[in-house]
């Protein structure tokens, strides 16, 4: 039996509004034997055909003729395997405006009212699509009824170089006659209020409102907006990302004040089509409780901290209201707790119709929350009416980690809900409180995790079409991305723009993509070089340093290792990955280049920063851990030992922030110091990754001592219980504690060679490579260890065992013993 399943074009199934020129095509299999590996494949698009004898099943280009806009292509894919089996798999993409403009008009109403477009058309044809963007957030209705699961439409980018438009298939949604669309729009990124630090105003800040829209049948316009649209004012009266929504369902279907809408001619240049997934509901939760704290508050506890909302099903007469506000924790008296939000309001302000019972979630808002309080409510409600859906990218989280410790898999629960939770169509630093955003430090260290969490290949694409949009004349990399006002960059944030770039072509092997993101990397190393008088030296600028490292000064953020000297060896690591990407794209002057930089950049740090002894000046466990997992010691056996007893000495505790955490663990294992790694990973005592656990979060904390033992908060005003940053320690467990590596990249060739620890009775990780499910497991079990690794179709698997004992292997499932 040979199975072709994930057929995607462009790392998305089925993607409508595709606008690649050459979109690639990947696909796994599934076979019931051993050693399964494709001997050709045969692609059709439409009436091309490519017929190979291939291995390759990701990343496969087309090359046939050029691809008409909107217009729908079915393909079929078909696999020959060495054990003479074949199997097919279809799938389609509907192509966007290939770079045309769309045969629409961007419209609005101005002044501050949020309206709703409308426009009455007749329509008697089979299939539509419709194809729509904002500068704002929109959702269309078509008779009344949503044309998509989706939400935050058009997403998050870098809206003056780049705005996506949607496109969805609403065949469904028409019938044969006279048919009503409905655009109802937010501010959301674009047009709402901006973070609570901004430095200069909105570059958003004149763009009016404006949406287009076009549903376009057999290739032609229908319908599509114009001066000749009609506009109401919206029930959703007010909406902000940070601030929630006002809705007045009394509004609803109301057509007073109709003002015809006024056509915007600010062109189509920057129109681009989505390359990511859509933002979804990925969950939906009931509460666990409805209590009343000691102040008297009532409150719902959804017992898991999400980013989404509520949705309620409520009975109220006409002029009932509803308020309610989001939080993350109580405190440690039991009352509810937003301080930690700054000036995030997330409140939800609802106004009934007196219809029945109504449904409501907002529109163009979301929270990060777990309880929610009830400030007002007229009509009477139970628990059963509430319930909570979380929503996220569509990145299919199907990562796995478990072992004989319950907090450890708690504590991976946690990873990766603050994965979901942070990836809503950008990777953001927290989805509560006034920033949610692009931060880059952040991504730049979670980036290898989330990658083995979840297929985020669209994802991070996206995000990085953006940070290229957003990279300086200059090469600087911003702190965030979409950059909006932000003007400022760090080591360890705008590394992102090599970091990421690299784990993506390592997890999913697309050298087209890593030869279109190449330019930013290298203009990132050219950034850093020009900085200062020493061209192998970062000793100038702003850094953000170790940030949050438990060893910073009373009252500062800011971990007490050189900031120098992090600068450095980044500015080191940036050019060491820049020479490989290089390497990879055969840009031999480059990669000569990057080299004889790297090794004086290399022999500057030693210089400056490394002492007689051979070990840094700075005496930090993060100066020691980036020195070890860069590479950067003569000596790196030496220094590992020394870092290994700094740790013990403190009780086997960390002092990491967000530079150093990351790599500590590795920088222990790979130089024979596993077990206090692992005591590292295990250790439950203040300040650990189980120390939240135990202190019941649900989600991975921005700062190791979110919530003290006795129950106090660190601070208000850095205090998120949902940053992803800290969960990078998952990175740790798959590649280390299980081994699992790619020896090429995209995992066609994988290594496996896991480090058992004596402290656990079993661990076992699987995650999805482009190829399928690897899996690797250890047990220990009547005095042995045994070993189980799975491998998926159509790559082989190095299994180094701990005995030194190397075993290769092909696809299927293997068990070893040692
Ligand atoms: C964010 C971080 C970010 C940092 C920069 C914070 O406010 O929440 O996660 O990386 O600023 O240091």
Redesign the pocket.
Request: proline share 0%; aromatic share 34%; with cysteine.
């Given at each position: 039996m040979l199975n072709i399943i994930d057929l995607k074009c462009e790392n998305l199934t089925n993607p409508i509004g595709m606008d690649e020129k050459n979109p690639i095509f990947s696909w796994k299999l599934e076979s019931d034997k051993e050693n399964t590996v494709q001997t050709r494949y045969e692609l059709t698009v439409g009436n091309f055909t490519v017929n190979e004898a291939c291995g390759d099943s990701i990343n496969i280009e087309y090359t046939g003729p050029a691809l008409r806009a909107k217009t729908k292509y079915n393909y079929c894919v078909t696999v020959w395997d060495n054990h003479g089996e074949v199997s097919c798999a279809e799938g389609y993409f509907v192509t966007g405006y290939m770079g045309k403009e769309p045969n629409a008009k961007w419209i609005a109403r101005p002044g501050d009212v949020r309206p709703v477009f409308v426009k009455e058309f007749e329509f008697d044809g089979e299939d539509a699509y419709i194809t729509a963007s904002c500068y704002g957030l929109f959702e269309i209705l078509i008779n009344g009824k949503a044309i998509t699961d989706t939400f935050l439409n058009p997403g998050f980018t870098s809206y003056l170089k780049r705005i996506q438009y949607r496109m969805f298939d609403v065949k469904d949604y028409l019938t044969k006659g006279t048919n009503k669309i409905e655009i109802y729009i937010g501010k959301g990124w674009c047009k709402g209020r901006f973070p609570s630090f901004p430095t200069v105003p909105s570059p958003f800040g004149e763009m009016p409102n404006c949406v287009f829209c076009e549903l376009i049948a057999d290739g032609k316009t229908i319908v599509a907006t114009d001066d000749t649209w009609l506009t109401y004012q919206s029930p959703v009266i007010m909406s902000e990302i940070y601030d929630g929504e006002t809705y007045d369902a009394r509004l609803e279907g109301k057509y007073e004040k109709e003002f015809p809408a006024v056509e915007y001619n600010i062109g189509f240049a920057n129109l681009v089509s989505s390359r990511s997934v859509p933002v979804k509901v990925i969950k939906t939760l009931k509460p666990l409780s409805m209590f009343t704290t000691p102040k008297g508050e009532t409150v719902l506890d959804f017992g898991q901290n999400i980013a989404g909302w509520v949705k309620f099903n409520i009975k109220g007469n006409e002029g009932d209201v509803i308020k309610y506000t989001h939080a993350e924790v109580l405190d440690s008296e039991g009352n509810f707790y937003a301080d930690n939000m700054r000036s995030a309001k997330n409140e939800i302000f609802y106004t009934f119709k007196g219809d029945g019972v109504e449904t409501y979630r907002p529109h163009f808002t979301f929270q990060g929350f777990r309880y929610v309080r009830l400030d007002e409510c007229t009509p009477n409600v139970t628990i059963d009416n509430f319930m909570a859906e979380a929503i996220s990218s569509d990145t299919n989280v199907n990562g796995h980690i478990e072992c004989s410790d319950e907090m450890v898999n708690k504590l991976f629960s946690n990873i990766l809900w603050s994965q979901r939770d942070n990836f809503v169509d950008i990777p953001t630093?927290?989805p509560q409180r006034d920033?949610r955003l692009g931060?880059t430090?952040?991504a730049q260290v979670f980036i290898s995790t989330a990658l083995k969490n979840a297929d985020c290949s669209a994802f991070f694409t996206k995000w990085l079409l953006d940070m290229m949009a957003d990279q300086k004349k200059d090469g600087m990399v911003g702190?965030y991305i979409p950059l909006m006002t932000c003007l400022k960059t760090?080591s360890g944030?705008g590394d992102a723009g090599v970091v990421c770039p690299w784990e993506l072509y390592k997890a999913y092997g697309n050298k087209k993509f890593l030869a279109t993101t190449y330019p930013m990397s290298k203009k990132w190393v050219e950034y850093i070089k020009a900085q200062g008088e020493n061209p192998y030296l970062w000793n100038t600028g702003f850094q953000?340093g170790d940030?949050l490292g438990l060893d910073a000064k009373p009252g500062s953020?800011e971990g007490s290792t050189d900031k120098t000297y992090i600068a450095t060896v980044f500015f080191a690591y940036s050019t060491y990955l820049t020479g490989k990407m290089a390497e990879v794209l055969g840009y031999e002057d480059d990669v000569k280049y990057l080299e004889e930089l790297y090794k004086n950049i290399v022999d500057a740090f030693r210089k400056e920063y490394v002492g007689e002894d051979g070990e840094p000046k700075c005496k930090t466990q993060t100066a020691y851990v980036l020195g070890l997992y860069m590479n950067l010691f003569e000596d790196m056996q030496k220094n590992a030992d020394a870092l290994n007893s700094m740790i013990l000495a403190n009780g086997t505790k960390l002092q990491t922030g967000?530079i150093g955490t990351p790599y500590l663990c590795y920088a222990l294992s790979r130089y024979g110091h596993a077990d206090t790694a692992y005591g590292l990973l295990l250790q439950r005592g203040y300040p650990s990754w189980l120390f939240s656990v135990k202190q019941g979060a649900t989600t991975i904390w921005?700062h190791w001592d979110g919530i003290r033992e006795d129950g106090t908060m660190w601070s208000t005003a850095?205090n998120?219980f949902n940053?992803y940053?800290y969960g990078s320690v998952a990175d740790w467990i798959y590649s280390e504690a299980m081994g699992v590596t790619p020896l090429e990249p995209g995992y066609k060739k994988i290594k496996i060679a896991p480090i058992p620890s004596d402290a656990l009775g079993y661990m076992e990780a699987r995650f999805a490579t482009p190829y399928g499910f690897v899996g690797s497991k250890w047990e220990h079990k009547d005095g042995k260890t045994i070993y189980t690794v799975e491998v998926p179709c159509n790559t082989t698997a190095e299994v180094v065992l701990p005995d030194g004992s190397v075993h290769n292997v092909g696809s299927g499932v293997y068990t070893f013993e040692g």
């Open positions: 630093d927290c920033e931060w430090g952040d702190n760090s944030w953000y940030w953020y967000f921005e850095m998120s940053h940053a």
